[in-house]
């Protein structure tokens, strides 16, 4: 099992920044890609950001140029950088970590943390 506890989320101007953090512990065995996804209401979760443990990153149209994930594999931790934030980031932002042991693959995801930005 992967425990992922999300912290940095809150309330931000349009035009600011937030960093989220995220940090894994439990078995680590067979993590390779950690991500952010987020949800806001009345819309289905979608990705912002994912990275490999060997530093590959993909980004959500959406975000590009204004986000960036990082990853510190030695303290299992993952960070979104959020800056330029506009109101339609508005949502409940997820970590996730994705085990593949072939041919199981698992998904783990935090609790969520609110991210609010105000016009």
């Known amino acids: 099992q992967v425990q992922l506890v999300e912290s940095g989320g809150g309330l931000v101007q349009a035009g600011g920044s937030l960093r989220l953090s995220c940090a894994a512990t439990g078995v680590m065995f067979g993590i390779d890609v950690m991500g952010w ?20 990153t993909n980004y959500a149209d959406f975000v590009k140029g204004r986000f960036t994930i ?31 042991v072939s041919p199981t693959k698992s998904d783990y995801w935090g609790q969520g943390t609110q991210v609010t930005v105000s016009s």
């Open 37 to 56: 996804y987020r949800q806001a209401p009345g819309k289905q979760r979608e990705l912002v950001a994912r990275i490999t443990s060997a530093g590959s």
């Open 70 to 100: 990082s990853r510190d594999n030695a303290k299992n931790t993952v960070n979104l950088q959020m800056n330029n934030l506009k109101p339609e980031d508005t949502a409940v932002y997820y970590c996730n970590a994705i085990r593949f």
